[in-house]
């Protein structure tokens, strides 16, 4: 009798699945328009790895539009396939894939990542298709970091540089008017000074109900915000501005020299002694207007608006404190072709035009995001001489540099966020960078020649 | 029984008319006592294992600039929305303007979570059940090795094989297909080993007087067998269930074409480089929980119900 | 026993007789799931461990031959050897804590009501719900600063702790966590398995005069032991494999304190990029399971014995 009951539940589900499934069943995909316009052998699907953002996905979209209808509709017959996976899952999904032939043609290939891709061959250099005209559209930090030894290996898709964002209602509160121009940036006491002002504990219990800042997007440490810290606390030029020798290889004398250690103390600091900011990091803290300061790229504008409405959050923008030397990491994003694509000519085509200042100024209008094209700063507003993102065209100008460029990068941003961390919850900054270096050393030796 | 409800009395032996029952008055007050005391521990182990949910609940009914606002001082402000709103909900389905822009439709990634989970229990209460029976009953030489070979594919960490299982997933021809979400789990370890446990605890006598009636193998595994391991049976489907429902990782390599994802995949698409849509991310974790929750509490009635009929297993 | 084969018959065939016959049949009801594991399972762990034997990164391929020297490299390296430390610790904490609580809770939950059944599924909900967003909750939870956990203990006028940046706390933080989040699947296998044990033992005991402890003792937990047994075993293998909530919470920080070894084997792997060491690791992680679990049936077994 339990069998027959049995059954009948299992009947009864079989039903509700299949009920699914014909909902679930995708609808007929290949749309007529792209049957009419056959290419040279039918139409072509080319398949996007990319990170996951529906905003990027939106821009692809109205790009692939306007590319189909480019010259008369020379590429109507060419379609795109997305495949997104969250960034922390990117790389792996990446390397992943390297095991059954990368089976894409395009991917998103964060820039860090670029001299990975190079040194394992699993990137198409483009070196040969882009003319000087072509590459002078770009930031040459986006090329620099687009690059592996002599090969152009990708066009940028954006780039980024972290100043420092604040909610304007708390800085007036608390008296302050911080800097307009990259110029007469704070230094970093000037700047815990602010931090302190703002920290505020009405209630006298020992955990203020708004903190002074946030330094870093996300919950977490890494090399792009927190490497920060070590860069600016040594000269132009000097070792621990360079954060790693010439050979890519070598991190001891660079990542824990004295100078990395003061910095890195500022930081633990920042948490322990002056406690302008949680040592366990709360989630959107400035978002929720729980800190008075972020230190950020461009990009959080378009959170604010979405969270609070335009223009429904006060916010200002100060240059980003500096020890010795202010810096910023640059960060671009690049379009990487497969060496497998069977459709590199309209895959390379795409690249081209999504890269172009046409396709960049899509982009811009979804994602929001500091633009690598630097012809597209003339016309957009905010970007002009007193529009209020102008001091992040400044910075990167001025003082945007890339990450360290080695094909151990990932080995590395491991081994220096986890440092990093250990030093916001007390461990001693030395011990932490020094043995970071070595082990760093260890994992990257096997390296050893990559940039001769 | 509840033997611990019965340390703490005699009440069930005096229902169960087993020993004399004490004064009317004394009973009820003892009684009523206990039941304040049974009802207590009950919501405390409900709080104790739902805030979360909750939490996670009432994050996706509220507006998204207040999900993180009011963590600290406690109050009822951390927990219960000011402004309600169903917005992320009407998001991940695809019927606010916002989710239509985006093209969100969750129902999709839960339909393909769902054939996927279902196809996976379906296949896995055969086989495994068959592969149970082998272990538990049938002679066979060398099945102790056999059972060896069986538990150890459970000892290896998932991410030393994830890529070379993927290549051989990819060269079956099921990469980017629910084959390829479903064929690798089609027979658990676990779940063999489990039914395993069932199965020889039910007493061997009961086969034996099949055996009298000439029964084959198979109608012994079918007729005495999974009558008696249905709260086995069910408990494994419902793990099961869950384990692949869950699935993150592994969809997350092998699948490419949106259209097939599955919900956990999904709910992390909701989380870019540089911000977390949190409402979208609650509303679609209670989504995805739900289902599981509701189809547990529906199964319930197999583990408590009926323990008389299950007797002496016949 | 009942299904023990006939003995072999002398007739018209030697291979065909009635024992093989009897062997085919039997096997065919392992066989499906055999072709799977053999597939499924152990191409990819025979890939592992030739992984494990080669200099090997998933971007670059398969290097040169590199013999037994990862094994030597991995022994050599303390912070693989601090990854099973934490990882044995973990295990050994959890597993006893997450079975004694879910046989109580299925002991406790017997009675069939509506609140029973209501909390019963209660305890289910965290086995159900996506890590990624529990380990969120749980975060701000046990946040040192504006945690509800700090919040309740201060109404003790506990001062608030740090539980996930304290190197000596935030294993136990997140063995906790992990406790509450697996309890009710043990939970319902147990309770399963009591459904399991013929009611009239427990019945004659009473009659007979048994105190209720003396009928768990005695009756109900020696009748339990096959599927106790098979909970404490799995649970060793799940718990020893612990990635997601490390992963999510505290990428192994602080200070290394719960760098479990899978979370290292995926960061060798995966971000190191030496999926060669990595496959080393989880070699030795299977030989070590495999002799913890050998050990755990034996302990089990032996107790039939006596």
């Known amino acids: 009798m339990r069998v027959l009951t049995m059954t009948w539940l299992v009947g009864v589900i079989s039903v509700i699945v299949l009920a699914a499934c014909v909902v679930a069943s995708p609808a007929a995909p290949a749309s007529p328009d792209v049957m009419d316009d056959m290419g040279p052998s039918g139409p072509v699907t080319l398949r996007f790895l990319a990170v996951t953002d529906d905003d990027q996905l939106n821009a692809w979209r109205e790009i692939l539009d306007s590319f189909q209808q480019l010259n008369d509709g020379e590429y109507s017959y060419v379609e795109i396939e997305f495949e997104t996976v969250p960034f922390r899952e990117l790389f792996p999904k990446i390397e992943s894939s390297v095991a059954v032939g990368l089976p894409w043609d395009l991917f998103q290939a964060d820039g860090p990542d670029m001299k990975h891709y190079g040194f394992n061959r699993v990137i198409t250099p483009l070196t040969d298709h882009f003319s000087e005209e072509e590459m002078s559209q770009w930031f040459p930090q986006s090329i620099e970091e687009g690059s592996f030894r002599d090969e152009f290996l990708g066009p940028p898709i954006m780039q980024s540089c972290s100043l420092m964002m604040y909610n304007r209602d708390m800085t007036d509160a608390a008296g302050i008017a911080p800097p307009a121009s990259v110029d007469d940036g704070w230094t970093m006491d000037e700047a815990m000074a602010a931090w302190e002002n703002t920290t505020v504990d009405e209630n006298g219990d020992g955990v203020p109900e708004v903190w002074g800042v946030r330094w870093g997007q996300g919950t977490w440490t890494g090399d792009y915000e927190h490497g920060i810290f070590r860069r600016s606390n ?105 060496p497998n694509t069977e459709y590199f000519e309209e895959a390379l085509a795409f690249v081209k035009y999504a890269s172009s200042d046409a396709g960049a100024r899509i982009w811009y209008k979804h994602v929001r995001q500091l633009p690598a094209n630097i012809g597209l700063f003339n016309e957009l507003d905010e970007y002009s001489e007193d529009g209020n993102q102008r001091i992040w065209l400044d910075a990167m100008n001025t003082f945007g540099i890339p990450r360290i460029q080695t094909p151990g990068y990932t080995e590395y941003q491991q081994l220096f966020a986890e440092a990093a961390g250990n030093i916001t919850f007390g461990a001693d900054p030395q011990e932490q960078l020094s043995a970071a270096a070595r082990r760093i050393e260890g994992l990257v030796a096997k390296y050893a020649g990559w940039n001769e | 029984m509840a033997l611990l409800e019965d340390l703490s009395g005699n009440l069930r032996r005096e229902q169960a008319g087993l020993v004399p029952p004490s004064s009317k008055r004394h009973r009820t007050w003892r009684s009523t006592l206990w039941d304040v005391a049974l009802g207590l521990s009950y919501g405390v182990l409900f709080l104790l294992f739902t805030v979360p949910f909750f939490w996670m609940l009432f994050g996706s009914v509220r507006n998204e600039a207040e999900i993180f606002a009011h963590l600290y001082p406690f109050s009822w402000k951390t927990l219960l929305p000011i402004q309600w709103t169903l917005k992320s909900y009407a998001d991940i389905f695809g019927i606010s303007a916002d989710g239509q822009k985006y093209g969100l439709q969750f129902q999709r990634f839960l339909a393909n979570s769902f054939f996927v989970s279902f196809a996976v229990v379906c296949s896995s209460l055969v086989i495994n059940t068959l592969a149970a029976y082998f272990f538990a009953r049938l002679k066979f030489p060398f099945k102790t090795w056999l059972l060896v070979f069986v538990v150890a594919t459970m000892l290896v960490p998932f991410q030393a094989t994830i890529v070379p299982l993927y290549i051989v997933v990819d060269a079956l021809g099921m990469a980017n297909a629910f084959s390829g979400l479903i064929l690798p789990w089609y027979a658990s370890p676990f779940v063999i080993f489990a039914l395993m446990q069932f199965m020889q605890d039910i007493p061997v006598d009961l086969d034996e007087a099949a055996v009298m009636d000439g029964a084959n193998l198979f109608q012994i595994l079918w007729r005495i067998i999974v009558p008696l391991t249905i709260p086995g049976l069910i408990t494994m489907s419902l793990l099961e269930f869950q384990f692949i429902w869950n699935l993150f990782y592994w969809p997350l390599i092998v699948i490419s074409s949106p259209q097939l994802q599955m919900i956990q995949v999904a709910i992390a698409t909701q989380t870019t480089q540089t911000q977390t849509f949190w409402g979208r991310t609650f509303a679609a974790s209670v989504t995805a929980s739900l289902p599981v929750i509701v189809i547990f509490l529906i199964l319930q009635r197999y583990y408590v119900q009926g323990v008389a009929m299950t007797g002496l297993k016949g | 026993m009942l299904a023990s084969p006939p003995p072999a018959s002398q007739g018209w065939h030697r291979l065909w007789n009635r024992q093989n016959r009897y062997y085919v049949v039997a096997f065919l009801f392992v066989l499906p799931a055999l072709i799977n594991f053999a597939i499924f399972r152990y191409l990819p762990i025979l890939a592992a461990l030739r992984a494990s034997v080669y200099e090997y990164s998933l971007l670059g391929g398969f290097g040169d031959f590199a013999g037994l020297k990862q094994y030597q490299d991995i022994f050599a390296d303390s912070y693989f050897r601090n990854s099973l430390w934490v990882t044995l610790k973990f295990t050994f904490y959890k597993v006893p804590l997450q079975v004694l609580f879910s046989l109580l809770l299925a002991l406790y939950l017997t009675r069939q009501n509506l609140a029973t059944s209501l909390v019963r599924s209660a305890i289910f909900t965290p086995v159900v719900t996506s890590v990624i967003v529990v380990s969120v909750l749980w975060s701000m939870m046990y946040h040192s600063q504006l945690g509800l956990i700090n919040s309740l203990l201060s109404i003790v006028d506990v001062p608030p702790q740090a539980f996930l940046s304290n190197p000596r706390r935030a294993l136990p933080a997140l063995t906790a966590m992990m406790i509450w989040k697996d309890v009710g699947f043990s939970m319902i296998i147990l309770m399963a398995g009591l459904k399991g044990i013929p009611h009239v033992y427990r019945e004659a005991a009473v009659v007979d005069g048994a105190r209720p402890w003396e009928v768990l003792w005695y009756i109900t937990l020696p009748l339990l032991r096959r599927v106790m047994m098979f909970v404490v075993v799995t649970q060793t293998i799940f718990s020893f494999q612990v990635f997601v909530p490390v992963y999510a919470m505290t990428r192994g920080g602080p200070l290394e304190a719960t760098k479990a070894v899978v979370y290292y084997i995926y960061q060798y792997g995966f971000l190191f990029q030496d999926m060669g060491t990595a496959s080393a690791m989880s070699i030795v992680t299977l030989f070590i399971l495999l002799v913890i679990s050998l050990i755990q049936m034996r302990l089990f077994r032996s107790e039939v014995a006596t």
């Open chain 1, 234 to 338: 040594g000269a132009v030029g000097s070792p621990t501005y360079a954060g790693m020798g010439e050979d890519g290889l070598s991190f001891r004398g660079y990542l824990d020299t004295p100078e990395a250690v003061e910095a890195m103390q500022f930081y633990q600091d920042m948490h322990l002694k002056n406690k302008v900011t949680p040592v366990e990091p709360i989630p959107e803290i400035f978002e929720s207007r729980q800190s008075a300061f972020m230190i950020t790229p461009d990009n959080r504008i378009g959170a604010l608006n979405r969270i609070h409405g335009e223009d429904g959050f006060n916010w200002g923008v100060t240059s980003i404190p500096y020890f010795q030397s202010s810096v910023c990491h640059t960060g671009s994003w690049h379009y990487g072709i497969s």
